[in-house]
């Protein structure tokens, strides 16, 4: 690694050389003695520079901060070198134009997102709303204009998409208002202009590879404690998210690794065997809520005698960059529920008893909370593995 004396003391040779640091980061001495911070890169599989200053107007400390923020670009897939030349091409063009604050708004919003959301956001402007709105002056487009670039989406039969990129745009205006380039959001004028998207069931992530994202998200969640042990344990238990927030203490029993409380559904008694895991979690969250009634209690109630508001969860899961149409609370259950019977390979009716499905027997009778407790407990076991190998697993 490089130090201020090894950059002062750098004499000039016969031909340009270079003293390298860490990360790609280098200094480039020429034969005249002028001195260059550069930085080499990999983008689309081809090696690339990116000037970072002049020594000694930029100093090594300076030098490095600009690597590690082109490091941070790199990681949600955006080039450092042609975001660098669209801020400068709209500050030559003395204009605002829709795609150098949209990518304002996304290199400022991107590393908190799961690396699959911010991708998927960051090719849906480049294919979709760049092409015909990214050269013009962001206060110069109206609910018109931005109508036609969704239309072209909505028109090839692609209506989500279409009514996500409307979302994406109306979060860059506001960023723009926010940062007096714009004088208003027109995206609220278009509400209904679009086919509406077909109503279904909760949002939800059944693949492995989106699930991975959204497990190492919630690991890497700096939001309250409660709130981060509610994540991390939503997946492990898939229980209804009203069930998950009211859970009470005086139900667990941690030694014998059991929940037990009443479905809110069907009002019969239920049994969620705890992974090593799931207790973990709790074990870890004791010492802080276990003196209140609630598990999970509300940020406003520190004596723990209300649970956690309803939308804490979710507004933690937009937090992370996931969107309303990716991924509910209650989607941890269509998870669980798809990936216990495609990928594990467990009995259909051992994976409805765990959700507190209304299961029969032969003769039409309701099973008890007992039924297939053992082998249930292993299938809870074997399922939180599978989520962290998942988790961790890179692939």
Known sequence: MLNDPACKNAKPKEKPYRL???KGLYLEVMPNGSKYFRMKYRFGGKEKRLALGVYPETGLKLARDKRDEARKQLAQNIDPSQNRKAMKAALAADA??????????FAKNAPTWAENHSNRTLRRLERDIFPWLGNAPIRSIDAPRLLGALRRIENRGAVETAHRALQNCGQIFRYAVATSRAERDPTGDLKGALTPVKGGNFAAMTDPKQAAELLRAI???EGTLPVRCALKLAPLVFVRPGELRQAEWAHFNLDAAEWSYVV??????????LATQAVEILRELHPLTGHGRYVFPSARTPNG???MSDVALLAALRRMGFGKDEMSVHGFRALARTVLDEVLGFRPDFIEHQLAHAVRDPNGRAYN????LSERRKMMQQWADYLEQLRESRG
């Open 20 to 22: 390298a640091d860490e």
């Open 96 to 105: 605002d134009t829709f795609e150098v604050v949209a990518r304002e708004w």
């Open 219 to 221: 690991e890497a969640y």
């Open 264 to 273: 809110t559904k069907t009002g019969t008694p239920h049994i969620v065997p």
């Open 305 to 307: 005698s209300r649970p």
């Open 369 to 372: 909370r007992t039924a297939h």
